[in-house]
Protein backbone atom coordinates (compact mmCIF):
# COMPACT_ATOMS: atom_id res chain seq x y z
CA UNK A 1 0.00 0.00 0.00
CA UNK A 2 2.61 2.33 0.92
CA UNK A 3 4.65 1.58 -2.42
CA UNK A 4 1.15 2.27 -4.42
CA UNK A 5 0.63 5.48 -2.87
CA UNK A 6 4.63 6.82 -3.33
CA UNK A 7 3.85 5.41 -6.69
CA UNK A 8 0.88 7.14 -7.48
CA UNK A 9 2.02 10.70 -6.42
CA UNK A 10 5.28 10.17 -8.51
CA UNK A 11 2.80 10.11 -11.61
CA UNK A 12 1.23 13.08 -10.63
CA UNK A 13 4.81 14.73 -10.43
CA UNK A 14 5.36 13.21 -13.51
CA UNK A 15 2.47 14.40 -15.20
CA UNK A 16 2.72 18.06 -13.28
CA UNK A 17 6.08 18.43 -14.67
CA UNK A 18 5.00 18.23 -18.33
CA UNK A 19 1.90 20.17 -17.93
CA UNK A 20 4.76 23.40 -16.82
CA UNK A 21 6.98 22.16 -19.34
CA UNK A 22 4.17 22.18 -22.43
CA UNK A 23 2.84 25.46 -20.92
CA UNK A 24 6.11 27.37 -21.21
CA UNK A 25 6.96 25.91 -24.36
CA UNK A 26 3.58 27.02 -25.62
CA UNK A 27 3.61 30.65 -23.85
CA UNK A 28 7.06 31.35 -25.79
CA UNK A 29 7.16 28.89 -28.53
CA UNK A 30 5.74 31.91 -30.75
CA UNK A 31 8.24 33.35 -31.30
CA UNK A 32 11.74 32.02 -32.59
CA UNK A 33 15.26 33.29 -33.71
CA UNK A 34 16.69 32.03 -36.72
CA UNK A 35 20.66 31.34 -36.35
CA UNK A 36 22.58 31.64 -39.39
CA UNK A 37 26.55 31.71 -39.86
CA UNK A 38 27.38 35.58 -41.14
CA UNK A 39 30.18 35.36 -43.92
CA UNK A 40 30.92 39.42 -44.58
CA UNK A 41 32.74 42.12 -43.27
CA UNK A 42 29.78 44.39 -42.42
CA UNK A 43 28.81 45.68 -39.15
CA UNK A 44 25.17 46.78 -39.81
CA UNK A 45 21.96 44.11 -40.49
CA UNK A 46 21.23 46.97 -43.67
CA UNK A 47 22.03 44.08 -46.37
CA UNK A 48 20.29 41.38 -44.67
CA UNK A 49 16.45 40.30 -45.80
CA UNK A 50 14.55 37.22 -45.00
CA UNK A 51 12.17 35.85 -47.73
CA UNK A 52 10.12 33.59 -47.54
CA UNK A 53 7.51 31.09 -49.93
CA UNK A 54 4.61 31.46 -48.43
CA UNK A 55 3.08 34.82 -46.49
CA UNK A 56 0.97 35.04 -43.49
CA UNK A 57 3.01 31.84 -41.54
CA UNK A 58 5.51 34.45 -39.72
CA UNK A 59 6.33 37.69 -39.32
CA UNK A 60 10.27 39.49 -38.58
CA UNK A 61 10.46 41.06 -35.77
CA UNK A 62 14.02 42.37 -35.71
CA UNK A 63 17.53 40.77 -38.02
CA UNK A 64 20.74 41.66 -36.12
CA UNK A 65 24.15 40.39 -35.54
CA UNK A 66 25.93 38.30 -32.83
CA UNK A 67 29.16 36.54 -32.60
CA UNK A 68 29.19 36.57 -36.28
CA UNK A 69 26.17 34.78 -36.73
CA UNK A 70 22.84 36.71 -38.52
CA UNK A 71 19.49 36.68 -36.14
CA UNK A 72 16.77 36.88 -37.54
CA UNK A 73 13.70 37.65 -35.35
CA UNK A 74 10.27 35.95 -36.36
CA UNK A 75 6.97 35.55 -34.60
CA UNK A 76 3.90 33.08 -35.77
CA UNK A 77 0.84 34.54 -37.59
CA UNK A 78 -0.28 31.26 -39.00
CA UNK A 79 0.00 27.43 -39.21
CA UNK A 80 1.68 25.43 -41.61
CA UNK A 81 4.77 24.92 -43.43
CA UNK A 82 7.34 28.04 -44.47
CA UNK A 83 10.46 27.24 -46.91
CA UNK A 84 12.95 30.86 -46.09
CA UNK A 85 15.93 32.06 -47.39
CA UNK A 86 18.21 34.46 -45.21
CA UNK A 87 19.68 36.49 -47.82
CA UNK A 88 23.37 38.24 -46.75
CA UNK A 89 24.11 40.61 -49.19
CA UNK A 90 28.11 41.74 -49.77
CA UNK A 91 28.18 44.93 -48.08
CA UNK A 92 28.35 48.26 -50.58
CA UNK A 93 26.87 45.86 -53.34
CA UNK A 94 23.63 46.23 -54.99
CA UNK A 95 20.86 43.86 -53.59
CA UNK A 96 21.05 41.74 -56.19
CA UNK A 97 20.41 38.10 -55.11
CA UNK A 98 23.27 36.47 -57.13
CA UNK A 99 25.58 38.66 -55.27
CA UNK A 100 23.88 37.25 -51.66
CA UNK A 101 24.70 33.84 -49.41
CA UNK A 102 22.13 32.31 -48.66
CA UNK A 103 21.11 30.14 -45.64
CA UNK A 104 17.79 27.60 -46.59
CA UNK A 105 15.72 27.32 -43.36
CA UNK A 106 12.76 25.33 -42.78
CA UNK A 107 10.03 26.52 -40.41
CA UNK A 108 6.67 24.87 -39.03
CA UNK A 109 4.35 26.82 -37.18
CA UNK A 110 1.86 24.22 -35.01
CA UNK A 111 -1.87 24.75 -34.53
CA UNK A 112 -1.06 26.61 -31.26
CA UNK A 113 1.45 28.79 -32.83
CA UNK A 114 4.43 27.68 -31.77
CA UNK A 115 7.22 27.58 -34.72
CA UNK A 116 9.46 24.40 -34.62
CA UNK A 117 12.99 25.10 -37.12
CA UNK A 118 13.04 21.62 -39.17
CA UNK A 119 15.80 22.26 -41.43
CA UNK A 120 17.56 19.28 -42.68
CA UNK A 121 20.02 17.90 -39.78
CA UNK A 122 18.37 20.53 -37.12
CA UNK A 123 15.22 20.59 -35.08
CA UNK A 124 14.65 23.22 -32.89
CA UNK A 125 12.05 25.56 -31.30
CA UNK A 126 11.47 28.21 -28.10
CA UNK A 127 11.90 26.57 -24.98
CA UNK A 128 13.77 23.62 -25.94
CA UNK A 129 16.04 23.92 -22.83
CA UNK A 130 13.03 23.65 -20.69
CA UNK A 131 12.78 20.29 -22.26
CA UNK A 132 15.80 19.11 -21.10
CA UNK A 133 15.25 20.22 -17.56
CA UNK A 134 12.19 18.17 -18.02
CA UNK A 135 13.72 15.23 -19.10
CA UNK A 136 16.62 15.70 -16.56
CA UNK A 137 14.42 16.00 -13.73
CA UNK A 138 12.01 13.08 -14.55
CA UNK A 139 14.93 10.67 -14.66
CA UNK A 140 16.14 11.83 -11.08
CA UNK A 141 12.42 11.29 -9.81
CA UNK A 142 12.63 8.08 -10.63
CA UNK A 143 15.82 7.27 -9.22
CA UNK A 144 14.75 9.01 -6.01
CA UNK A 145 11.50 6.62 -6.08
CA UNK A 146 12.87 3.45 -7.42
CA UNK A 147 15.86 3.80 -5.32
CA UNK A 148 14.22 4.39 -2.29
CA UNK A 149 11.35 1.42 -3.18
CA UNK A 150 14.17 -0.65 -3.73
CA UNK A 151 15.50 -0.06 -0.33
CA UNK A 152 12.24 -0.06 1.44
CA UNK A 153 11.54 -3.82 0.01
CA UNK A 154 14.79 -5.12 1.31
CA UNK A 155 14.00 -3.67 4.42
CA UNK A 156 10.89 -5.39 4.99
CA UNK A 157 12.06 -8.35 3.06
CA UNK A 158 9.65 -8.11 0.34
CA UNK A 159 11.89 -10.16 -2.16
CA UNK A 160 9.67 -9.88 -5.87
CA UNK A 161 9.91 -9.26 -9.18
CA UNK A 162 8.64 -6.04 -8.24
CA UNK A 163 11.93 -5.55 -6.28
CA UNK A 164 13.83 -6.37 -9.29
CA UNK A 165 11.80 -3.66 -11.62
CA UNK A 166 12.94 -1.02 -8.88
CA UNK A 167 16.72 -2.50 -8.59
CA UNK A 168 16.66 -2.15 -12.34
CA UNK A 169 15.09 0.94 -13.51
CA UNK A 170 17.38 2.46 -10.55
CA UNK A 171 20.33 1.08 -12.30
CA UNK A 172 19.11 2.27 -15.86
CA UNK A 173 17.91 5.85 -14.49
CA UNK A 174 21.07 6.36 -12.98
CA UNK A 175 23.89 5.09 -15.61
CA UNK A 176 21.70 7.35 -17.96
CA UNK A 177 21.28 10.33 -16.19
CA UNK A 178 25.50 10.17 -15.08
CA UNK A 179 26.18 9.83 -19.27
CA UNK A 180 23.85 12.40 -20.43
CA UNK A 181 25.07 15.04 -17.71
CA UNK A 182 28.35 14.67 -18.60
CA UNK A 183 27.87 15.01 -22.26
CA UNK A 184 25.84 17.75 -21.69
CA UNK A 185 29.12 19.25 -19.55
CA UNK A 186 32.04 18.06 -22.23
CA UNK A 187 28.99 19.44 -25.79
CA UNK A 188 27.89 22.19 -27.02
CA UNK A 189 23.42 22.07 -27.17
CA UNK A 190 22.59 24.78 -28.94
CA UNK A 191 18.98 22.88 -30.22
CA UNK A 192 16.74 20.08 -29.87
CA UNK A 193 18.44 17.65 -32.55
CA UNK A 194 21.96 18.40 -30.68
CA UNK A 195 20.35 17.12 -27.23
CA UNK A 196 18.47 13.92 -29.30
CA UNK A 197 22.31 13.46 -30.96
CA UNK A 198 23.41 13.61 -27.21
CA UNK A 199 20.90 11.40 -25.52
CA UNK A 200 21.72 8.56 -28.52
CA UNK A 201 25.52 9.09 -27.91
CA UNK A 202 25.13 8.50 -24.37
CA UNK A 203 23.33 5.31 -24.79
CA UNK A 204 26.04 3.95 -26.74
CA UNK A 205 28.54 4.92 -23.98
CA UNK A 206 26.22 3.20 -21.86
CA UNK A 207 26.21 -0.13 -23.86
CA UNK A 208 29.95 0.49 -24.13
CA UNK A 209 30.03 0.39 -19.68
CA UNK A 210 27.82 -2.81 -19.63
CA UNK A 211 29.95 -4.83 -21.16
CA UNK A 212 32.37 -5.98 -18.82
CA UNK A 213 30.02 -6.99 -16.11
CA UNK A 214 27.52 -8.37 -19.09
CA UNK A 215 31.01 -10.19 -20.17
CA UNK A 216 31.64 -11.82 -16.66
CA UNK A 217 27.60 -12.67 -16.22
CA UNK A 218 28.04 -14.46 -19.70
CA UNK A 219 30.86 -16.30 -18.91
CA UNK A 220 29.76 -17.64 -15.11
CA UNK A 221 26.52 -19.00 -16.87
CA UNK A 222 27.98 -20.43 -19.41
CA UNK A 223 30.38 -22.07 -17.30
CA UNK A 224 27.71 -22.85 -14.78
CA UNK A 225 25.72 -25.16 -17.29
CA UNK A 226 28.36 -27.34 -18.84
CA UNK A 227 28.46 -27.64 -14.58
CA UNK A 228 25.00 -28.51 -14.52
CA UNK A 229 24.77 -30.56 -17.66
CA UNK A 230 28.45 -32.76 -16.57
CA UNK A 231 26.72 -33.32 -13.33
CA UNK A 232 23.04 -33.75 -14.06
CA UNK A 233 23.13 -34.34 -17.93
CA UNK A 234 21.92 -32.17 -20.44
CA UNK A 235 18.12 -30.23 -20.42
CA UNK A 236 16.86 -27.44 -21.80
CA UNK A 237 17.00 -25.26 -18.56
CA UNK A 238 20.89 -26.48 -18.02
CA UNK A 239 21.30 -24.87 -20.98
CA UNK A 240 19.52 -21.94 -20.51
CA UNK A 241 22.05 -19.69 -19.94
CA UNK A 242 24.56 -20.61 -22.89
CA UNK A 243 21.28 -19.87 -25.21
CA UNK A 244 21.14 -16.20 -23.15
CA UNK A 245 24.87 -15.55 -23.22
CA UNK A 246 25.02 -16.28 -27.38
CA UNK A 247 21.35 -13.75 -27.70
CA UNK A 248 23.26 -10.18 -25.72
CA UNK A 249 26.36 -11.15 -27.69
CA UNK A 250 24.56 -10.85 -30.71
CA UNK A 251 22.75 -8.22 -29.58
CA UNK A 252 25.33 -6.27 -28.65
CA UNK A 253 27.51 -6.84 -31.66
CA UNK A 254 23.68 -5.78 -34.00
CA UNK A 255 24.28 -2.42 -31.63
CA UNK A 256 27.33 -0.64 -33.32
CA UNK A 257 27.95 0.79 -36.66
CA UNK A 258 23.97 -0.18 -37.99
CA UNK A 259 23.12 2.60 -39.32
CA UNK A 260 26.69 2.98 -40.94
CA UNK A 261 27.01 -0.34 -42.25
CA UNK A 262 22.94 -0.21 -43.72
CA UNK A 263 23.71 3.23 -45.68
CA UNK A 264 27.32 1.39 -47.11
CA UNK A 265 25.30 -1.47 -48.34
CA UNK A 266 22.31 0.56 -49.95
CA UNK A 267 23.12 3.97 -50.33
CA UNK A 268 19.75 5.03 -49.04
CA UNK A 269 19.88 8.47 -46.84
CA UNK A 270 16.23 7.92 -45.45
CA UNK A 271 16.32 4.01 -44.99
CA UNK A 272 19.65 4.69 -42.98
CA UNK A 273 17.75 7.43 -40.59
CA UNK A 274 14.96 4.73 -40.12
CA UNK A 275 18.07 1.98 -39.46
CA UNK A 276 19.50 4.83 -37.35
CA UNK A 277 16.61 5.59 -34.85
CA UNK A 278 15.85 1.70 -34.46
CA UNK A 279 19.40 1.12 -33.80
CA UNK A 280 18.77 4.23 -31.03
CA UNK A 281 15.75 2.06 -29.65
CA UNK A 282 17.11 -1.24 -29.28
CA UNK A 283 20.45 0.40 -27.96
CA UNK A 284 18.04 1.60 -25.24
CA UNK A 285 15.82 -1.53 -24.47
CA UNK A 286 18.92 -3.93 -24.56
CA UNK A 287 20.71 -1.60 -21.91
CA UNK A 288 17.38 -1.72 -19.73
CA UNK A 289 17.41 -5.45 -19.93
CA UNK A 290 20.92 -5.78 -19.19
CA UNK A 291 20.02 -3.75 -15.96
CA UNK A 292 17.11 -5.85 -15.25
CA UNK A 293 19.53 -9.08 -15.55
CA UNK A 294 21.75 -7.40 -12.71
CA UNK A 295 18.90 -6.51 -10.76
CA UNK A 296 17.63 -9.96 -10.45
CA UNK A 297 21.33 -11.38 -9.65
CA UNK A 298 21.64 -9.12 -6.44
CA UNK A 299 18.21 -9.83 -5.21
CA UNK A 300 18.60 -13.12 -5.73
CA UNK A 301 21.82 -12.45 -3.58
CA UNK A 302 20.29 -10.80 -0.68
CA UNK A 303 17.56 -12.93 -0.38
CA UNK A 304 19.87 -16.02 -0.05
CA UNK A 305 21.69 -13.59 2.33
CA UNK A 306 18.88 -12.45 4.68
CA UNK A 307 18.48 -13.68 8.13
CA UNK A 308 14.62 -13.51 8.95
CA UNK A 309 14.05 -12.73 12.52
CA UNK A 310 13.67 -14.87 15.52
CA UNK A 311 10.16 -15.08 15.63
CA UNK A 312 8.87 -18.23 13.71
CA UNK A 313 5.84 -20.58 14.41
CA UNK A 314 6.42 -22.96 11.46
CA UNK A 315 9.39 -23.69 9.10
CA UNK A 316 8.54 -25.13 5.53
CA UNK A 317 11.34 -27.25 5.06
CA UNK A 318 10.84 -27.63 0.33
CA UNK A 319 11.51 -31.21 -0.50
CA UNK A 320 13.37 -32.29 -3.53
CA UNK A 321 14.89 -36.05 -4.51
CA UNK A 322 15.76 -38.32 -2.30
CA UNK A 323 18.12 -41.79 -2.08
CA UNK A 324 16.93 -45.07 -3.36
CA UNK A 325 16.84 -46.33 0.48
CA UNK A 326 14.57 -43.20 1.43
CA UNK A 327 17.46 -40.86 3.32
CA UNK A 328 18.49 -37.48 2.18
CA UNK A 329 20.46 -36.50 -0.36
CA UNK A 330 23.27 -33.98 0.73
CA UNK A 331 21.28 -30.81 -1.03
CA UNK A 332 17.70 -32.25 1.13
CA UNK A 333 20.46 -32.56 4.05
CA UNK A 334 21.42 -28.99 4.01
CA UNK A 335 17.77 -27.65 3.77
CA UNK A 336 16.77 -29.89 7.08
CA UNK A 337 20.33 -28.59 8.43
CA UNK A 338 19.58 -25.37 8.01
CA UNK A 339 15.92 -25.28 9.33
CA UNK A 340 17.22 -27.60 12.60
CA UNK A 341 20.26 -24.50 13.25
CA UNK A 342 18.04 -21.69 12.77
CA UNK A 343 14.98 -23.51 15.46
CA UNK A 344 17.81 -24.09 17.86
CA UNK A 345 19.32 -20.53 17.21
CA UNK A 346 15.77 -18.89 17.97
CA UNK A 347 14.60 -21.38 21.27
CA UNK A 348 18.23 -20.40 22.57
CA UNK A 349 17.27 -16.42 21.95
CA UNK A 350 13.72 -16.35 22.73
CA UNK A 351 12.61 -19.81 24.38
CA UNK A 352 10.59 -19.93 21.59
CA UNK A 353 9.96 -23.39 19.67
CA UNK A 354 8.78 -23.97 16.19
CA UNK A 355 6.67 -26.55 14.11
CA UNK A 356 8.31 -28.17 11.37
CA UNK A 357 6.46 -28.74 7.91
CA UNK A 358 8.76 -30.94 6.10
CA UNK A 359 7.10 -30.97 2.27
CA UNK A 360 7.22 -33.15 -1.06
CA UNK A 361 5.04 -35.95 -2.22
CA UNK A 362 6.40 -39.56 -3.72
CA UNK A 363 7.96 -39.44 -7.20
CA UNK A 364 7.83 -42.13 -9.00
CA UNK A 365 11.36 -43.80 -8.24
CA UNK A 366 10.84 -42.91 -4.44
CA UNK A 367 10.72 -45.46 -1.65
CA UNK A 368 8.71 -43.37 0.55
CA UNK A 369 7.66 -38.82 0.00
CA UNK A 370 9.87 -36.41 0.77
CA UNK A 371 7.70 -34.95 3.41
CA UNK A 372 7.96 -38.53 5.23
CA UNK A 373 12.29 -38.96 4.70
CA UNK A 374 12.57 -35.04 5.82
CA UNK A 375 10.10 -35.66 9.01
CA UNK A 376 12.28 -39.21 10.24
CA UNK A 377 15.63 -37.53 9.72
CA UNK A 378 14.61 -34.87 11.77
CA UNK A 379 13.16 -37.10 14.76
CA UNK A 380 16.96 -38.87 14.23
CA UNK A 381 18.31 -34.90 15.17
CA UNK A 382 16.02 -35.12 18.24
CA UNK A 383 12.99 -33.53 17.12
CA UNK A 384 10.13 -34.59 19.00
CA UNK A 385 7.31 -36.14 16.59
CA UNK A 386 4.57 -33.77 17.50
CA UNK A 387 6.42 -30.63 16.87
CA UNK A 388 6.41 -32.35 13.12
CA UNK A 389 3.50 -32.09 10.46
CA UNK A 390 4.41 -33.49 7.58
CA UNK A 391 3.09 -32.75 3.86
CA UNK A 392 3.35 -35.66 1.43
CA UNK A 393 0.98 -34.90 -1.67
CA UNK A 394 3.57 -31.56 -3.29
CA UNK A 395 4.90 -32.52 -6.44
CA UNK A 396 6.24 -28.70 -7.27
CA UNK A 397 7.87 -25.99 -5.08
CA UNK A 398 4.44 -24.16 -6.08
CA UNK A 399 2.64 -26.86 -3.92
CA UNK A 400 5.27 -27.36 -1.68
CA UNK A 401 3.70 -24.15 -0.28
CA UNK A 402 -0.30 -24.46 -0.78
CA UNK A 403 -0.02 -28.44 1.00
CA UNK A 404 2.25 -26.77 3.50
CA UNK A 405 0.17 -23.71 3.87
CA UNK A 406 -2.96 -26.54 4.32
CA UNK A 407 -1.04 -28.19 6.90
CA UNK A 408 -0.84 -25.01 8.91
CA UNK A 409 -4.15 -23.96 8.59
CA UNK A 410 -5.16 -27.38 10.13
CA UNK A 411 -3.31 -26.67 12.84
CA UNK A 412 -4.31 -23.46 13.73
CA UNK A 413 -7.15 -21.30 14.12
CA UNK A 414 -5.57 -18.42 12.91
CA UNK A 415 -2.96 -19.02 10.44
CA UNK A 416 -2.63 -15.03 9.19
CA UNK A 417 -1.47 -14.24 12.77
CA UNK A 418 1.73 -16.88 12.48
CA UNK A 419 4.64 -16.34 11.71
CA UNK A 420 6.18 -18.58 8.91
CA UNK A 421 9.61 -19.94 7.45
CA UNK A 422 10.95 -21.91 4.60
CA UNK A 423 14.24 -23.49 4.35
CA UNK A 424 16.00 -24.35 0.97
CA UNK A 425 18.94 -24.13 -0.87
CA UNK A 426 20.37 -20.55 -0.88
CA UNK A 427 19.76 -20.41 -5.18
CA UNK A 428 16.40 -20.84 -4.38
CA UNK A 429 15.20 -18.58 -1.86
CA UNK A 430 14.24 -15.87 -4.09
CA UNK A 431 11.57 -18.13 -5.60
CA UNK A 432 10.84 -19.14 -2.41
CA UNK A 433 9.66 -15.93 -1.37
CA UNK A 434 7.50 -15.12 -4.42
CA UNK A 435 5.64 -18.29 -5.01
CA UNK A 436 4.75 -18.13 -0.74
CA UNK A 437 3.13 -14.64 -1.40
CA UNK A 438 1.69 -16.42 -4.49
CA UNK A 439 0.16 -18.77 -2.17
CA UNK A 440 -1.58 -16.47 -0.23
CA UNK A 441 0.78 -15.92 2.56
CA UNK A 442 4.07 -14.43 3.31
CA UNK A 443 7.11 -16.30 4.84
CA UNK A 444 10.95 -15.40 5.26
CA UNK A 445 13.48 -17.87 3.89
CA UNK A 446 16.46 -19.17 5.69
CA UNK A 447 19.21 -20.46 3.08
CA UNK A 448 21.25 -23.52 3.36
CA UNK A 449 24.72 -23.62 1.55
CA UNK A 450 25.12 -25.65 -2.45
CA UNK A 451 27.59 -25.97 -4.76
CA UNK A 452 28.06 -22.79 -6.11
CA UNK A 453 27.19 -23.68 -10.71
CA UNK A 454 23.93 -23.73 -9.42
CA UNK A 455 23.94 -20.08 -8.66
CA UNK A 456 24.33 -18.45 -12.26
CA UNK A 457 21.43 -20.48 -13.94
CA UNK A 458 19.24 -19.69 -11.09
CA UNK A 459 19.51 -16.23 -11.09
CA UNK A 460 18.85 -16.17 -15.13
CA UNK A 461 16.23 -18.71 -14.15
CA UNK A 462 14.95 -15.77 -12.09
CA UNK A 463 15.41 -13.49 -14.16
CA UNK A 464 13.27 -15.08 -17.11
CA UNK A 465 10.42 -15.33 -14.36
CA UNK A 466 10.93 -11.70 -13.68
CA UNK A 467 10.29 -10.79 -17.35
CA UNK A 468 7.33 -12.95 -17.84
CA UNK A 469 5.99 -11.71 -14.11
CA UNK A 470 6.46 -8.01 -15.04
CA UNK A 471 5.78 -8.17 -18.37
CA UNK A 472 3.25 -5.55 -18.55
CA UNK A 473 5.38 -3.21 -17.04
CA UNK A 474 8.48 -3.90 -19.43
CA UNK A 475 5.91 -3.79 -22.58
CA UNK A 476 4.98 -0.16 -21.16
CA UNK A 477 8.67 0.61 -20.88
CA UNK A 478 9.67 -0.42 -24.61
CA UNK A 479 6.18 1.64 -25.98
CA UNK A 480 7.68 4.62 -23.76
CA UNK A 481 10.95 4.21 -25.34
CA UNK A 482 9.55 4.15 -28.95
CA UNK A 483 7.03 7.15 -28.44
CA UNK A 484 10.25 9.02 -26.41
CA UNK A 485 12.82 8.32 -29.41
CA UNK A 486 9.85 9.14 -32.03
CA UNK A 487 9.32 12.82 -30.08
CA UNK A 488 12.90 13.27 -30.69
Known amino acids: MKIN ?35 TDAKTPDNIQLKCNKDGIISVNDIKIENREVVVSVSSKGKGAVNCEVLVYPENEAVDESYAVTSHISLYVTTQGVIIETTTGN ?19 LIVF ?36 YKMLNNVVNSFSDFAYLVHESGIYFLLSMIPLMLIMAISVSVSNISLIRHEGFRYVNALGIAASILWFLGTLFSFNTAELFFYITKNSVLTNLTYNIHTILVYILCYFECMIISTSLCAYLASRYKPPYDKDYIIILGCAIRDDGSLTPLLKGRANSALNFEKEQYEKTGKHAMFVPSGGQGEDEVIS ?29 QNFKYSYEVIK ?45 FPNAFLRECVGMLYDQKSRHLMFIVLTVLFFIFI
Open 5 to 39: KRFFILNIIIVLTVIVTATLVLSVGNKYDIHTHYY
Open 123 to 141: LNFTGYRAVFVEILSILVL
Open 146 to 181: MCYSFIDCKREAEFSYTMVAYGGLTLFCSILFAFIV
Open 370 to 398: EGEAIKRYLIEQGVPEERILSENKSVNTY
Open 410 to 454: NDTDSPENKNIAFATTNYHIFRGYILSTRNGFRAMGISAKTKWYF
